[in-house]
């Protein structure tokens, strides 16, 4: 640690030196942040965590003790597994939910451009818009692209319903796992559907058999997985372009101090999309420099950044546990805001410094913020509304609080699916050599969000380095990527710190050992490529030497998340303990129990280098069961011996 910043404890925050300078700040000015509130809510409720905590009704709240002599039901008379199974139903329809509904209001605007009525979007990728339109059955002949964003608008919004018996991208599975849902009755038919389901289910004196809640869980996230999430991605390719590799930059390092920082924080990119557009315009330009600035500098922060990373290389300002620091630069204009994860801190942070916050969604308004409505038929007019109340706020900063405590790390982005095939000469079939031979022993998917309650980047990062080490090949979305873009783990250079049969192969292809496969939504892109291994080996997503990890999860969306990714046949270790623990039963059921059902289970291992070893084991089982070579001793960087494993 940097001597300036030692014996302030913040070593024990995060591990990330931008982190250290702006809580030094943030300690001098008296601003709260995220790590204060978290101590402040100490002890945290013992029950909630556990997950036997009940408010469904006004019979309640209620409680269950699962270890000592309190109530063993709630007044209702559920136990503790109806009640964990409940409470964790609800996350994952949460999550799910909150996925879906971006997905849906990408999916309008696609409608919007089918009818021809926005000012400013359309069809970038008319080849990913035709590759849809026949998947989804629909005649492309003599149609153009406009009529086809309608046809396959009002195609998809029958995946949000009630009139399909399954959903269409869910056929992108490989028949056996189709299967597998089939037999369990998970597969999913409606977004909406599947979603209100769940919530009717867990009612008070509806679904009282625990796993049956737990399978319509299942259900319901698939619906996010293989719908509504996977809806937002393909939209959002064909509207905005597929990502293509790229360079960039990332940490608060990114603000510039001549120039008009507006900082993008949310998820969804249409709003974001047209900022970029709106930046570049020379009359906003040139008021900025009449304003004495040099221009107009975008940075990204959550998904949102994300998604203007992987498509437009749009730098990278932070992860999650970022969003107040970046403004404690004093260098932020503007925080212009869509919807999830973002705190309602944000603003109170704004008020002790020049920086406005501009919500824009009506479906996310925060106090404090200045709200704009975002309307996608006038995008392009609205973009450039905020981009110039920006400019204007610039002659407001104070210059002597303006303080960016770190140079930018490079970092490299823009892997789509259609990227990987293309950086591969068109097919998959180079990386399946390569796994077959051994030089790449398997993949693994780190994502997800930071957590106060784990020190920042530390989980990411610390697996990141392991997997890597042992020639396994790491793709990463949301959160995740900004932390092992900030520790240099991203660049094509960044092979060195592979082992030789992975370094080997990222040198060859001029990539880095950690690919950046976008947002939380283009987890979706990690399913498609794994059903595309799976389909192309003649066996099921369960077989393949492949597991996800997410280290430092915090949302609902995560849950989701992670409950679609092994329902879809991949092992999967969470860093966070989820709140399951008070109901033995769905931990054995969720740990043991579903290898039996989907061919996956979770483990929950706070300890990141428990947790490669972890995953190493399993993908060594996997190439086992798929008969591929084994481990050769001499090679492996982290001997299990040393970690002791029980
Ligand atoms: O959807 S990783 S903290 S920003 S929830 Fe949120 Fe988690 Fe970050 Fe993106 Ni995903
Ligand atoms: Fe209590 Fe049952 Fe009502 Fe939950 S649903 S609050 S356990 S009475």
């Known amino acids: 640690m940097s001597p300036e910043f030692s014996g302030n404890g913040y070593h024990r925050k995060s591990i990330q030196r931008d982190t250290w300078a702006m809580l030094e700040i943030a300690k001098q000015e008296g601003i709260e942040t995220v790590w204060d509130r978290l101590a402040k809510q100490q002890p945290q409720c013992g029950y909630c965590s556990l997950g ?45 939910s909150s996925h879906s509904d971006h997905g849906r209001d990408i999916l309008e605007t696609l409608h919007m451009v089918g009818e021809g009525k926005t000012d400013v979007y359309k069809i970038s990728d008319p080849q990913k818009l035709h590759r849809l339109a026949v998947e989804y059955g629909l005649s492309v002949e003599g149609k153009n692209d406009q009529e086809l964003a309608k046809e396959l608008a009002w195609e998809m919004m029958e995946d949000y319903g009630m009139r399909r018996e399954k959903l269409p991208l869910a056929r992108r599975a490989p028949r056996s796992r189709q299967e597998i849902w089939e037999k369990t009755g998970v597969y999913p038919r409606g977004v909406d559907r599947e979603n209100v389901e769940a919530l009717h289910r867990t009612h008070m004196g ?11 869980a299942v259900r319901t996230s698939l619906s996010d997985g293989w719908g509504g999430s996977m809806i937002a991605t393909e939209l959002s390719d064909t509207l905005f372009g597929v990502p293509t590799p790229k360079m960039s930059q990332v940490n608060l390092g990114v603000l510039r101090k001549d120039m008009v920082n507006i900082i993008l924080h949310g998820h969804n990119p249409m ?29 990204g922060v959550c998904c949102t950044g994300n998604e203007v990373l992987m498509r437009k290389g749009i730098p990278m300002a932070g992860n999650h546990l970022m969003q107040e620091l970046c403004i404690l630069t004093g260098a932020v204009e503007l925080m212009v805001v869509d919807y999830q994860c973002i705190m309602p801190a944000v603003t109170e942070v704004a008020k002790c410094f020049h920086t406005k916050v501009i919500s824009t969604f009506d479906k996310a308004k925060f106090p404090g913020a200045e709200h704009v409505h975002f309307d996608p038929e006038h995008g392009l007019e609205i973009g450039k509304q905020i981009v110039r109340s920006a400019i204007e ?18 970092m490299m982005t823009g892997f789509s699916i259609e990227a990987v095939l293309g950086a591969l000469g068109g097919s998959p079939q180079p990386l399946i050599d390569a796994i077959v031979q051994g030089s790449i022993r398997g993949a693994v998917g780190i994502v997800g969000c930071n957590n106060p309650k784990i020190k920042q980047d530390l989980g990411h990062t610390e697996l990141t380095r392991r997997l890597i080490e042992n020639d ?10 900004v932390a092992d873009a900030k520790a240099g783990l991203m660049t094509p250079e960044a092979a060195d710190l592979a082992g030789p049969g992975l370094r080997a192969v990222c040198k060859a292809l001029g990539i880095p050992p950690v690919l950046h496969f976008g947002s939380c939504v283009d987890n979706t892109r990690i399913l498609v490529l794994a059903a595309a291994l799976a389909n192309a080996l003649g066996v099921d997503i369960n077989a393949l030497p492949l597991a ?35 109901s033995p039963n769905i931990v054995k059921l969720l740990t043991e129990g579903l290898e039996g059902v989907f061919g996956a289970t979770f483990a929950v291992e706070p300890d990141p280098n428990r947790a490669a070893v972890l995953i190493r084991r399993h993908i060594e089982r996997k190439r086992a069961g798929l008969g591929l070579s084994a481990l050769n001793p001499d090679n492996i960087a982290m001997p299990e011996s040393e970690l002791a494993l029980a």
């Open 52 to 96: 036997t905590s009940c408010r469904i009704c006004s019979m309640g709240p209620c409680r269950v003790d699962p270890f000592g002599d309190g109530p063993q039901k709630g007044v209702c008379g559920a136990d503790a597994d109806i009640i964990v199974a409940r409470n964790l139903a609800r996350s994952i329809a949460a999550g799910a």
């Open 206 to 216: 509806v679904d009282n058999d625990w796993v049956n809640i737990l399978l319509h």
């Open 271 to 299: 709003l974001s999309e047209v900022i970029v557009a709106a930046s570049q315009d020379p009359e906003l330009i040139a008021l900025a420099r009449e304003k004495g600035a040099q221009g107009v500098n975008l940075a």
């Open 393 to 410: 706020n610039y002659t407001r900063r104070v210059p002597e609080r303006v303080y960016i405590p770190v140079e930018p790390v490079p």
């Open 472 to 481: 396994i090949l790491v793709v990463v979305t949301g959160c995740a990527t």
């Open 548 to 582: 996800g990890a997410a280290p430092e999860w915090y949302s609902e969306k995560a849950v989701a998340i992670g409950t679609y990714v092994v329902a879809s046949g991949i092992y999967t270790v969470l860093g966070v303990a989820p709140p399951i623990f008070g």
